[in-house]
């Protein structure tokens, strides 16, 4: 028999009942039935319960081990009693007698319980991640990753995409996030960049002639921690195509999301492709964000012409100052007690607002605060507009065009939850298309990129040429799911002349544009084909299949809010010798001594 285990702890069966058999695992929990110990079992593919009785030998060596500990143990698989099934256990249907038991590891005291759901606190969990992986649900999720990634790379092959790995040290990066810089030994005040993603790589490799690349890349920022983005690193599905349109891009990629996603899905509906076109700008106004969760049936509509001129001069007044106003229908609300109402008003003012104002539909008539500011010419307008039935209420938000988008945004996601409108058991995919190639800061007027600077505008040197600037959009794209961005991407501006106008319109020299991005337009003088991609997040692929709310619980080992892993203790400090040998010195920001009483 071998050394440590004839099966795995998630392996045995009623058919196996009567073998002689060796388990090694944890201890996941220990039952002293006072004759009879019950010892749990697992490893990475199961539990088994096993039984030790007082009258074996290796009874106090069971009656010793704590939980945690690494056991090896020999014994019978036996049927267990109808009345003692456990149906929640793969291997419920048997128990293993013991007759030997060797301890390979103790464990000290646990600082958390890897057998209980109860919460530790994140520094707890971090610190001793390699116990918290142990816990069934964050294990799976390790798991699900792995498999996840190996079927979105069997994906991309079966496409017809090559894999290529690209350089982890590199020059710095116009991606936009802080690069993380590595000193040069052997270049004495030079630094070397990891990548905040292989962008410029992958453009030269369609540049060197490989039609379609892919890989699962490792991708480097320094930035703060969200719920969906995690400090410093993480991977992304890179991808990159030659001769195609942005149609194309999307015929690739969607097969593959999609197929994930049913692959994963466990038993929710997923978009089938192709998947809806949504332009960034009819997003902004029917979800107030470039993120919309199409889970959600409620659509917000432009109403300002209806207030403008209107007795309610609060939005009328806002109206004819620029401002719009934005209704925010609430399907069969009406009859919702006044508590609804107030919650979301206390709601809007928590966010510094006056309130939303609503008006209700219930028995022919309009009922709420604004509804007397309206004639019924209007009134009639707004149900029309709005899409509103008998039963239906409707909420407003009124300011500037981008306030009022974010804030309806934010009240019809509320509104959606407080309904419970928002469906499930669903994956909902769209597309985000033309995107505004520029944009104009509100205080300054100057005008700046607003998204990608390499994408290539639609209507290419001449829109540049004849087209307001802010009025030209680009080959631009996002995929969303679930209200959730999965991915930026891009029709790639290939043609040298094309990217220094667009550069001179937000104010660069073509000297600048040279000296920033040489590498680049280097390899476009030499012939660059038409090419595209985009980079869809693995983290939050895996994030959003698992319905985990945190991209920490689909990380092996993430990094906590201050971007520091407290079990290797990284970042730490480095001796002087090793700075010296790097050319570095430290000075840490001057901090001074606290007062005096």
Known sequence: ???????????????????????????????????????????????????????????????????????????????????????????????????????????????????????????????????????????????????????????????????????????????????????????????????????????????????????????????????????????????????????????????????????????????????????????????????????????????????????FAVFSNIVSEGGVVRAIPAPNSAAQPRSFFEKLNDWARGMGLPGLGYITFTEGTAKGPIAKFLTEERLEKLRAVANLKEGDSVFFVSDKPKIAAKVAGLARTRIGQDLKIIENNAFKFCWIVDFPMYEQDEETGKIDFSHNPFSMPQGGMEALLTQDPLTIKAFQYDIVCNGIELSSGAIRNHLPEVMYKAFEIVGYTKEDVEKRFGGLLSAFKFGAPPHGGSAPGVDRIVMVLADEPNIREVIAFPMNQQAQDLMMGAPSIVDKERLKELCLEVRLPFKPAPAVN
Request: hydrophobic fraction near 35%.
């Open 1 to 311: 028999m071998h050394s440590y285990r004839s099966h795995t702890c998630g392996q045995l069966r009623k058919k196996d009942a009567g073998q002689t058999v060796r388990l090694s695992g944890w201890v996941h929990r220990k039952r002293d039935h006072g004759n009879l110990l019950f010892i749990d079992i697992r490893d990475h593919y199961g539990i088994t319960q096993c039984v030790v009785s007082t009258d074996t030998p290796s009874f106090k060596i069971a009656e010793s081990v704590r939980n945690e500990s690494v056991i090896r143990l020999d014994g019978i698989v036996v049927e267990r009693a109808v009345d003692t099934v456990n149906p929640r256990m793969d291997t419920g249907e048997i128990e293993i007698q013991v007759s030997d038991i060797e301890i390979l590891s103790t464990a000290e005291t646990l600082p958390l319980q890897v057998n209980s759901d109860s919460d530790f606190p994140e520094e707890t969990r971090l610190r001793y991640r390699f116990l918290d992986l142990r816990k069934e649900k964050l294990h799976q999720n390790i798991i699900l990753r792995s498999q996840v990634i190996t079927s979105l790379r069997r994906r991309m092959i079966e496409q017809g995409f090559l894999e290529f790995q690209t350089p982890i040290l590199t020059a710095s990066s116009p991606e936009g996030a802080r690069d993380f810089l590595v000193p040069s030994r052997l270049n004495p005040g030079s630094f070397y960049a990891l990548p905040q993603a292989p962008q410029m790589f992958k453009q030269l490799l369609m540049v060197a002639g490989f039609d379609r690349y892919f890989q699962i890349a490792p991708c480097f920022r320094d930035e703060d921690a969200r719920a969906d983005r995690s400090p410093g690193e993480f991977y992304q599905l890179d991808f990159e195509m030659s001769f195609v349109t942005q149609e194309d891009v999307f015929a690739a990629i969607e097969p593959v999301l999609y197929g994930v996603f049913e692959e994963f899905a466990g038993g929710k509906s997923v978009t089938p492709y192709p998947f809806p076109r949504i332009s960034y700008e009819e997003s902004m106004l029917k979800y107030g964000n470039d993120k919309p969760d199409l889970r959600n049936p409620i659509e917000i509509v432009d109403v300002s012409e209806i207030f403008l001129g209107s007795d």
